[in-house]
C-alpha cells in the first residue's frame, strides 16, 4: 500500500535542485551551443558533401537530417530501457541508484563532446545518443519520487519548482559558457565538458538528500522477471484507470509537437530566418549572438511560465489549462509558418515559446502524477509516462527530418506540428470528468 513520505523542505528542494543540475544538458547541448557549434563544424566539412550536407554511412544527408535521427536512435534506447528498469528498480526500492547510473552516464557523454570530429561523424553522434539517453532515463527516476515527495494538491507548485530551477541554473551555467567564448576565446568545446561537470556536482546534492524507500531484497537472476512482473501489474492497472489512460493517450500526441519544437527551435533560426550583415548584405540564418539572445529569453521567459501556469491550474483546472496551452502551442506553429522571416519576429516566437514551455512541461508531469492509483509502484508508472513522450518525440523529430528532407525546408516540418497540437487538445476534451476505477482518488484536474 502507497505511504506518502514526509518530506521535508530540504528533501524537496533536493528533488528541485536535480532539475538545476541536469537541465545544462537541455540548454548547452540541446538548444544553444551544441547546435551552433554543430552547423558550424558540418558545413562544407565533410568530404563529397556542400553546403548543409553531410556523409554519414556513405550516404549525404543534411546536417540537421542526421542530428534528429540521432536525438530519435537516443529516444528509441530509452524507450526500451526505461520500462525494463523501472520495474527492477521498484522490485529493489532503487531507484535512486538508476537515477545516478544514468545521470554519470549522460554527463560523461556530453563531456566527450569535446572530441567531436566530423570526419569521423557516425563515431561523434554516439555522444549525442548516449547524452540523450543519459539525460531522458535519469529523468525518468526522478520524476517518479514527486509523487512521494508531495500531495496531490502540491505537486503542481513543486513541479513549477522544479522547472524553474532547472531554467535558472541553464542560464547560469551557459552565461559562463559565453563569457568563456566571448571574453577568454576558450574552445566551444569546453563548454561541452563544463556541462558534464556541472551535471554531476550538483546532482551529488539530490543524491545525498533525496530519500527512498528501500526493500530489503538482494539482486539476483530473478530480478528482471520480477521487474517485468512490476510493469505488467502497473500496466494492469492502467487499463481499467480511465483518466490516466486517456491523459496519457493525450499526451502521447501533443508532446510530439512540444518536444519536437523545443529540439528543433534554435535550427529553424540557422535556416529560415534572413538579417542583415554589417555589410548591409541580406543573409539566411541569426547571427550566434542574437541566436544566443533568443535562447536566453526562451530560458528566462520559461520561469514566470511556469509559475503562472502553476497559479492557473489552481484556478481553473489542469486539464482545462492545459486546453489554454496547447491552443497557443498551434498559433506559434502558424506564426512560425506565415510571420517569422526577420530576428525581431524570431524573439517574439521565441519568448512566446518559453512562456508556453514552462508551463505546458510542468503542468504535463504534474497532472500525470494526480491521475495516479495508491501504488508503491512509481517508477514503473512514470516510465509509461517517459515512454509515451519519447516515443512521441522520435515521431516529431523522424517526421520533422522527412519533411525537411523532401520539400527542402523547414517550415512544411513546422506547419505539420500543428496537426499534434490539434488532435491532442481534442483528445483533452474526451478525458474523463471522474475516474470510476479507483477508490478514493478524485481530484479536481
Request: proline share 2%.
Amino acid at each position: 500500500m502507497f505511504e506518502l513520505m514526509k518530506a521535508t523542505k530540504k528533501e524537496q528542494n533536493a528533488w528541485a535542485m536535480y532539475d538545476w543540475a541536469n537541465s545544462t544538458y537541455n540548454l548547452v547541448i540541446g538548444t544553444a551551443i551544441f547546435p551552433i557549434f554543430y552547423s558550424a563544424v558540418t558545413k562544407d566539412a565533410s568530404d563529397g558533401a556542400e553546403g548543409d550536407n553531410v556523409i554519414f554511412f556513405g550516404h549525404i544527408f543534411k546536417n540537421t537530417e542526421v542530428l534528429s535521427y540521432s536525438l530519435a536512435l537516443g529516444m528509441a534506447m530509452v524507450c526500451i530501457l526505461a520500462p525494463t528498469l523501472a520495474g527492477v528498480a521498484d522490485y529493489l526500492g532503487r531507484k535512486k541508484m538508476f537515477m545516478r547510473l544514468f545521470c554519470y552516464l549522460g554527463a560523461l557523454s556530453c563531456a566527450s563532446l569535446y572530441f567531436f570530429d566530423v570526419q569521423h561523424l557516425e563515431r561523434s553522434m554516439l555522444s549525442i545518443v548516449f547524452a540523450c539517453v543519459g539525460f531522458w532515463c535519469s529523468y525518468a527516476f526522478a520524476n517518479s519520487f514527486l509523487p512521494e515527495l508531495a500531495e496531490p494538491e502540491e505537486q503542481d507548485k513543486l513541479s513549477a519548482k522544479g522547472f524553474s530551477f532547472g531554467y535558472a541554473g541553464s542560464v547560469f551555467l551557459l552565461v559562463i559558457n559565453l563569457v568563456m567564448i566571448q571574453v577568454f576565446d576558450i574552445s566551444a568545446r569546453w563548454c561541452f565538458v563544463t556541462v558534464g561537470v556541472w551535471w554531476i556536482g550538483f546532482a551529488h546534492y539530490t543524491f545525498y538528500h533525496l530519500k527512498e524507500h528501500k526493500k530489503d531484497v538482494k539482486f539476483n537472476t530473478k530480478v528482471i522477471g520480477n521487474g517485468f512482473n512490476e510493469l505488467r501489474k502497473v500496466w494492469g492497472q492502467m487499463k481499467i484507470t480511465t483518466r490516466l489512460k486517456g491523459y496519457l493517450i493525450a499526451f502521447f500526441v501533443f508532446s510530439m509537437g512540444v518536444q519536437t519544437i523545443m529540439q528543433m527551435a534554435s535550427l529553424f533560426g540557422t535556416k529560415e530566418v534572413t538579417r542583415i550583415d554589417e555589410n548591409g548584405v541580406e543573409v539566411v540564418g541569426l547571427a550566434s549572438g542574437q541566436l544566443i539572445v533568443a535562447v536566453l529569453l526562451v530560458q528566462v521567459i520559461a520561469i514566470p511560465g511556469a509559475m503562472i501556469f502553476s497559479w492557473a491550474s489552481k484556478k481553473w483546472g489542469n486539464l482545462n489549462t492545459l486546453k489554454i496551452a496547447l491552443f497557443i502551442w498551434a498559433g506559434i506553429c502558424l506564426f512560425a509558418y506565415f510571420v517569422v522571416h526577420s530576428p525581431m519576429e524570431f524573439y517574439i516566437a521565441a519568448g512566446s515559446i518559453g512562456f508556453i514551455m514552462g508551463g505546458t512541461q510542468s503542468l504535463a508531469r504534474s497532472t500525470y502524477s494526480k491521475f495516479l492509483p495508491e501504488t508503491n509502484d512509481h517508477a514503473s508508472f512514470f516510465s509509461f509516462y517517459d515512454v509515451t513522450e519519447k516515443v512521441g518525440l522520435i515521431i516529431g523529430l523522424l517526421a520533422f527530418g522527412y519533411l525537411e528532407g523532401s520539400f527542402g525546408s523547414m517550415r512544411a516540418s513546422v506547419l505539420a506540428l500543428i496537426v499534434f497540437f490539434f488532435i491532442g487538445l481534442i483528445l483533452v476534451f474526451l478525458i474523463p470528468k471522474r475516474e470510476k476505477s479507483i477508490e478514493g482518488r478524485v481530484f479536481r484536474v
